[in-house]
């Protein structure tokens, strides 16, 4: 898990508290200056991801999109169907070569919308996608993916060489690359989700979050 989304779970879970203290104590004047200050932290995170009220927050939404779609790319490749030939029938890769390229255009979009974030939010998670591609860096590149500039390339004649079983030991449902990419992506959504809710609510003088 990455150090934002550790982050963003901290700041939620003491100001709940915080919040649930003060409902109880009516108001202390100790825990408003606890909630201020957990607040104006939190503020701060956001601002470093470039997520604040005073700014439009579409590209962040933009990037939650793409990694869903990436998410959904990936799901895709995890059906057992496209490995394998249906009972009396010649097997037909092109199904699958259209999996993969798709996979591929949804990675560089997620690529390029969080270039446009920019912050630690682009900085965390372009290298932990980075991390996880060169990790599996010879198997990608033998079923012809490479990485150029941070985003993924296809050699065609390389993939539509490739045999079914390797493309599926990389990009299948139980490749330990899929898996990693699949966790930032996670990430990325719960972050991106968290951060935009709360950046749009306010706390009242008793710590509880006015929506």
């Given at each position: 898990m990455s150090q934002i989304h550790n982050s963003l779970e901290y700041y939620q879970s003491s100001q709940g508290l915080l919040r649930m203290l003060n409902k109880d104590k009516g108001g202390n004047a100790l825990i408003n200056q606890l909630v201020s200050n957990n607040d104006l932290k939190y503020?701060?995170?956001?601002?470093a991801m470039g997520i604040s009220k005073k700014t439009s927050n579409t590209k962040y939404k933009n990037v939650d999109k793409s990694a869903t779609n990436l998410l959904d790319a990936l799901e895709n490749l995890s059906n057992e169907k496209l490995y394998v030939a249906e009972s009396?029938?010649?097997?037909?890769?092109?199904?699958?070569?259209?999996?993969?390229?798709n996979f591929v255009t949804a990675y560089n979009s997620t690529i390029t919308e969080l270039a446009k974030c920019g912050g630690s939010l682009n900085e965390t998670f372009y290298k932990e996608l980075t991390a996880a591609y060169q990790e599996k860096r010879a198997d990608l590149e033998k079923i012809g993916i490479s990485l150029v500039d941070g985003k993924l390339t296809i050699d065609q004649d390389k993939l539509n060489a490739a045999q079914p079983e390797d493309i599926k030991a990389i990009l299948g449902k139980n490749s330990d690359y899929v898996n990693t990419v699949r966790g930032s992506l996670e990430s990325i959504d719960t972050i991106v989700n968290k951060a935009l809710a709360m950046s749009s609510s306010t706390y009242n003088p008793q710590g509880m979050l006015n929506l």
């Open positions: 503020q701060q995170k956001m601002e009396v029938k010649e097997y037909d890769k092109s199904t699958l070569l259209k999996g993969v390229s």
